[in-house]
Each structure stands twice: as C-alpha cells, then as structure tokens.
C-alpha cells in the first residue's frame, strides 16, 4: 500500500504564492509517476502537473504553465508544487496521485491509483 499526504495550502490574494507537498509513505519504491489535480467547487477533478519519479518527464496543464512548478524529493519521497501568481480561478482542492508502475498517460484521473486527501487553495482578488 501507498499512503500520499498533502500540506501546505491555505489563503491567499491574488499574485500571491504557496507551495505544496505531498509525502509518500508505504511502498514508495515502486512508484513511477506523481501527479497534481485540482477540483473547484461544481467542477470534475482536473490535471495540473505529473513528474517522472526517477527524474525528467515533466508534464503541465496549459492553464498552469509558466505559473506552476512541480519537482520532488526522492529522499524525502516528497512531491512539491510551487505555484505562484495565483488567480482566484486557481482556488480548488488540490490532490496529489501516485502511479506505481510504468504508463505513459498522465493527465487522467484514471492514470493513478493512490491518491491522498486533498489541501484546500483559496485564492482571494
């Protein structure tokens, strides 16, 4: 089993900026890829950003790119999530996913299989 727990979200005015974990704990040495989602209220769940675990492979939805940052900590078996310049349409729960074997989609919610609770980002204009 994989167990993801994510941190580090909160409020914040627009242009403002936050960064969030996600720590994996269980079996971590099997994973292959990581993933971001958001889901804002009344809306599906909807791909951020997905890395490679070993490295490379770094994937961003377009309304993200150039905002958004995601990089990990294979020590740490950490995923971070750098976002900044906020805009109130980024306010969402943000999740982190895992996939554990090799796959190459990465922007579906049906390419991951763990998945954690989720930390909520509210962005205020």
């Known amino acids: 089993q994989l167990q993801l727990a994510e941190s580090g979200g909160g409020l914040v005015q627009a242009g403002g900026s936050l960064r969030l974990s996600c720590a994996a704990t269980?079996?971590?040495?099997?994973?292959?890829?990581m993933g971001w989602f958001r889901q804002a209220p009344g809306k599906e769940r909807e791909f951020v950003a997905a890395?490679?675990?070993?490295?490379?492979?770094?994937f961003y939805a377009d309304s993200v790119k150039g905002r958004f940052t995601i990089s990990r900590d294979n020590g740490q078996n950490t995923v971070y999530l750098q976002t900044n310049d906020l805009k109130p349409e980024d306010t969402a729960v943000y999740y982190c996913?895992?996939?554990?074997?090799?796959?190459?989609?990465?922007?579906?919610?049906?390419?991951?299989?763990?998945w954690g609770q989720g930390t909520q980002v509210t962005v205020s204009s």
């Open positions: 996913a895992a996939r554990r074997f090799a796959y190459s989609g990465y922007a579906s919610i049906n390419d991951y299989d763990y």
């Open positions: 890395i490679k675990w070993s490295g490379g492979s770094i």
């Open positions: 269980g079996r971590s040495f099997s994973i292959y890829r």
